[in-house]
């Protein structure tokens, strides 16, 4: 190991399948990376501290709070935000439910939903309506839409309960 | 975030050599409270050694039928592994008690083990406090200190640890595997953790350049009942104002056999009281019991100015998680109402 102070990093992520390479700061966060670096700017930074989940995205398929992961630690991960997720011609599950039960007002917390519900449906913990709501406990919605959010999810897993069925 | 410079351990021996020759080096894990401390300058390390090359993701179970769980495993990890599930499910329980899920993906048990205190003077740089700058005050002592340390705490912290896992992992007996400079060596984890006495800055009994390698879980405990029980200020994603740990054993004359209870939340580190504990053997699983048992673990609690509550709370929290014991109906993490 070199002891010498050092500043520049080099990583490589996969994110969304495209494989994006960056030189950058040892402090940089992952979720300062896809926004500042990579122009990706569907990750939102909520609190910025690990405790609203606004910034939840999918390393190696486990949703994780990106703001508080240093890029440069998790180089060679295989990254997916809301970027990845959906289109608007061809909405993922769980963004057409989303649309279909109000599940969202101002909209900024709404990527992280939609990844954490993914990570959660993939866990297959949850099963129940209680389950939903302690497993989607990490993200916040300013707007209250947490009933919408819930119903959303408990349509998609009553739907495709398997995760590999979904998209 | 103060400016640091990043190494990446390759081997364990490199990342003890590399504590050795950084000062104020800290190591990097799953960050989840690293970071956070970094972002708000309460941590403010020169070197981040980034320990996620080790070969420390394992968990196997072990030749006595206990278990050993690497370092780096995260908390999910634990909390869903078929054989802690199984034999060990008050950890499982309490894993899913703390944080949120994206948070406990990434945080790892060694990092749980080092996670520091939520007191918000510790957090906010801009007052005094004894733990993050030694002999500068300590206002939680006469300030806001509802949630604060009604157990072995000293004139210069009050601050309580906020582990769910460490609280269950005290009430099992688990065993912390370190190694430093001059070799491997175990520690209880009753004595990982320390009380804050006149040095409030040492969380634990680490020393210099020492790396958490793993933590073991002595053998299956075959037939114990159990539960966790966390009390907090909303149902999820809070942590514990008093939360209490249960591992129980009731032989066929309906006595109990064996009682391992740890509070959360009341002190610097997870509060056990083994001769209190010892009052219930032989004795029948009757709240009357509980009751006489928990006036001795809480005997010595000290209120500050805005906690008395816990001291009542704390009583009636570890009557109820050993009744939920007793009864087999340990409390769910799921469906939030308490029985």
Redesign the interface.
């Known amino acids: 190991?070199?002891?010498?102070?050092?500043?520049a990093?080099h990583v490589a992520y996969t994110i969304n399948g495209v494989i994006r390479m960056a030189t950058i700061?040892?402090?940089v966060?992952l979720l300062d990376l896809l926004r500042e670096e990579f122009d990706l700017t569907g990750t939102k930074k909520g609190c910025?501290?690990?405790q609203c989940?606004a910034c939840?995205v999918l390393i190696n398929g486990?949703?994780?709070?990106s703001c508080?992961?240093?890029a440069?630690?998790?180089s060679g991960s295989v990254v997916t935000t809301i970027e990845g997720i959906g289109t608007p011609d061809q909405l993922h599950p769980l963004q057409a439910a989303f649309v279909k039960h109000d599940a969202l007002q101002c909209g900024y917390c709404t990527p992280g939903q939609i990844c954490?519900a993914i990570?959660?449906i993939s866990?297959g913990?949850a099963k129940?309506r209680?389950?939903i709501?302690?497993?989607?406990?990490?993200?916040l919605c300013r707007c209250g839409a947490y009933i919408g959010i819930v119903d959303a999810i408990e349509e998609v897993l009553a739907a495709a309960p398997d995760a590999n069925s979904l998209p | 975030m103060k400016r640091f410079t990043y190494v990446r351990a390759a081997s364990i021996d490199q990342a003890i050599e590399s504590l050795s020759v950084h000062a104020d080096a800290k190591l990097l894990a799953g960050g989840t409270n690293l970071i956070d401390l970094m972002k708000y300058d309460v941590s403010t390390p020169t070197t981040i050694i980034d320990i996620n090359d080790l070969p420390l993701r394992e968990i196997n179970e072990t030749a006595d039928g206990g278990l050993r769980v690497g370092a780096l495993v995260t908390n999910s990890e634990v909390a869903i592994h078929p054989f802690v599930a199984r034999h060990y499910p008050l950890l499982a329980s309490a894993i899913f008690a703390g944080a949120s899920a994206q948070l406990r993906n990434a945080a790892t048990v060694g990092g749980n083990l080092m996670q520091r205190t939520r007191c918000p003077y510790f957090y906010d740089v801009l007052t005094p406090c004894n733990k993050r700058a030694p002999g500068s005050g300590c206002p939680a002592r006469t300030g806001l200190n509802r949630n604060h340390a009604i157990l072995g705490a000293s004139q210069l912290c009050v601050a309580t640890h906020p582990s769910d896992m460490c609280v269950a992992l005290a009430a099992i007996g688990a065993t912390i595997i370190v190694q430093g400079p001059n070799g491997v060596r175990s520690i209880p984890l009753a004595d990982f953790h320390r009380l804050p006495g006149d040095s409030p800055e040492k969380d634990t009994t680490l020393v210099d350049d020492e790396i958490i390698l793993d933590i073991f879980l002595p053998p299956v405990l075959e037939h114990h009942r159990y539960s966790y029980l966390k009390i907090r200020d909303r149902l999820s994603y809070a942590f514990a104002i008093v939360s209490a740990a249960v591992l129980l054993t009731i032989n066929d004359e309906a006595a109990v056999s064996l009682a391992h209870i740890a509070l959360g939340g009341v002190a610097h580190k997870p509060w056990r009281n083994t001769a209190a504990e010892a009052l219930l053997i032989g004795r029948p699983a009757s709240r009357v019991n509980f009751d006489q048992f928990a006036s001795m673990l809480l005997s010595g609690s000290v209120a500050l100015s805005e906690n008395d509550f816990k001291i009542d709370l704390a009583h009636r929290t570890v009557v109820r998680a050993l009744e939920q014991a007793a009864s087999r109906t340990p409390q769910s993490q799921f469906d939030k109402r308490v029985h």
């Open positions: 190991m070199d002891a010498a102070p050092n500043t990093h700061e040892p402090w966060t910025d501290h690990g989940g939840t486990i949703r994780i709070n508080l992961v240093l440069v630690s998790r954490s990570g959660l866990e913990i129940t209680d389950e709501r302690e497993g989607m406990s990490g993200n």
